[in-house]
């Protein structure tokens, strides 16, 4: 900031007096010096301009001028784009304030490299200082926590929280002082503010990865991780596919956990690492790949006379693309009936069966006789009527709330957004199909740009480079699209948002590990 005035001899706390007014201020790069001073030279001749320097687009000037040639000489400057500067709390020349400041950094320099010495000194004290950070960390916790206690100089109230299975422990504790407590099932209007702990075992206790990133179930509503597991497991290794980035997932997750030993989100990740990779190899070998066809054509390479042209495999992408379009339309079928499935029961035990009659079973009658149709059960005598009864109950289901003219738009959107919401879903999943074939292929094509190499090295770069890459970009891709299948096609059949997570008073360290002991 004060770069473009070293060229002004004058100290920035100038004021003006009683007949001289001084301007420092800047001007448009575009003007001329020239034009400038001509300009003020025909408005008046009681003004005088000093020339400080230029940066960027501004050229920055020091006006003086008599106060009566105050507002003319304004004036002339604003057609230069002129805008006043005000230097608060400067006072000196440019050059003497960068002075000061050099030297101050100079000053604040040494004093940082006696900051970072002492502390190298302390080096030895790094475990003991680890220690007390966490110690000190729970001590603010408990203080905090204490904050919120209504108390008088002998008696404190405290309400909260406890899970059921833990509340015979709660009264065992309580037992050994003079306490008086007691516990109560939340009322169904305290729903809202009661907090959720999800009950989670080795398998589901990963899936928390993506509830927290989506949003907590309400109190009364349903757990979903252990309803999704199978489902998001089984589809990540089916749009990953490769032996190879299995094996590479399962050994990121163990080592996450043996060596980082993360906690909340990142020791989610680790395990989800771990259930997928698991899936993705067994989805690979299936499919016969391992980093694309990267050993075929290394065999190839190292002997051309070699008959080993592929992996053993169930079916590839590439040859059996419609047969893995169906399957996958077929498991979105499934993953879609299961939600219509909870959201029956969850509406039964509510009381609401006759919703979950219109809503949900007037799709089962209909999807019934389409089932019938296809493998031509029935003929004329059959699967018609089903779909007749099934298309019945849409019509009834969807305007049966409706009254007067409302029925009919009711009619005409039940009509349309059922069909084509449930059948948009259903081809949702054919994600699934188009991932798997997307990452065969770019492994494939890397597989191919390091084999026209001709020389092993060659290839091996080329390839473990690109099918990288390809991880990345599927490791990636494949959670994204993954997560969109559950969240939106999948728990928008039953899931009831609006949690809070459970989060008791726990001992949290950074740097200690806490192990409970019977």
Not at 202 to 213: A, G, H, K, Q, Y
Not at 248 to 268: C, D, Q, V, W
Not at 447 to 474: H, R
Request: with cysteine.
């Amino acid at each position: 900031a004060l770069t473009p005035w070293l060229g002004l001899d004058v100290p920035l706390d100038t004021a003006s007096t009683k007949h001289v007014l001084v301007l420092f201020g800047t001007l448009s790069g575009l003007a001329s010096h020239q034009a400038v001073e001509a300009a003020l030279a025909e408005t008046t001749e009681l003004c005088q301009v000093q020339w400080a320097g230029r940066a960027g687009e501004l050229q920055y000037v020091l006006v003086l001028c008599h106060r009566k040639a105050g507002e003319a000489a304004r004036d002339a400057l604003k057609s230069f784009g002129f805008t006043a500067t005000s230097f608060r709390g400067w006072k000196g020349t440019a050059r003497s304030n960068i002075d000061q400041i050099e030297d101050r950094q100079r000053i604040l320099s040494q004093e940082l490299e006696a900051c970072r010495a002492r502390l190298a000194q302390e080096a030895g004290h790094q475990t003991a200082l680890q220690i007390c950070i966490d110690r000190m960390t729970q001590d603010i916790q408990r203080m905090e926590a204490k904050e919120k206690l209504l108390s008088s100089t002998s008696t404190f109230f405290l309400e909260g929280w406890v899970p059921a299975e833990q509340l015979s422990d709660v009264e065992h504790l309580l037992s050994q002082y003079s306490a008086a407590w007691e516990a109560t099932d939340p009322e169904p209007d305290e729903y809202p503010q009661v907090p959720v702990k999800l009950k989670n075992n080795r398998l589901t206790r990963p899936l928390n990865m993506v509830t927290d990133m989506y949003v907590y179930p309400a109190y009364d509503g349903v757990d979903p991780n252990p309803l999704m597991a199978p489902f998001f497991i089984f589809f990540f290794g089916m749009m990953m596919a490769d032996m190879a980035y299995g094996l590479l997932m399962l050994a990121g997750g163990i080592f996450m956990r043996r060596k980082l030993r993360p906690s909340g989100t990142m020791e989610h990740m680790a395990g989800l690492l771990i259930l997928c990779g698991i899936s993705t190899f067994v989805m690979g070998a299936l499919t016969g790949s391992f980093l694309g066809d990267f050993l075929p054509r290394l065999a190839k390479l190292i002997r051309p006379d070699t008959t080993f042209t592929a992996l053993p495999a169930l079916f590839t992408p590439l040859t059996d693309t419609l047969a893995i379009l169906i399957g996958s339309l077929a498991l979105g079928l499934l993953q879609v009936l299961t939600g219509m499935a909870i959201s029956v029961v969850r509406k039964v035990q509510a009381g609401t069966w006759t919703d979950a009659l219109w809503d949900e079973g007037t799709w089962w009658i209909i999807l019934a006789g389409v089932a019938l149709a296809v493998v031509g059960i029935g003929n004329l005598g059959g699967y018609p009527i089903v779909l007749l009864i099934g298309l019945l109950m849409l019509l009834y289901g969807g305007t049966r709330n409706a009254k007067g003219f409302g029925k009919l738009t009711a009619l005409i959107g039940t009509v349309y957004n059922g069909a084509t919401g449930f059948f948009s879903d259903i081809l949702s999943y054919a994600r699934l199909m188009a991932l798997m074939l997307a990452g065969s292929v770019i492994a494939q094509v890397f597989n191919t740009l390091g084999e026209v190499t001709g020389s092993v090295a060659g290839f091996v770069i080329i390839s473990l480079v690109g099918n990288a890459l390809n991880f990345m970009l599927n490791l990636l891709g494949c959670y994204v699209h993954d997560l969109r299948l559950q969240c939106l096609e999948f728990f928008g059949r039953f899931y009831k948002e609006g949690g809070k997570p459970f989060r008791p008073l726990l001992i949290n360290t950074k740097y200690v590990d806490i192990k409970e002991e019977d």
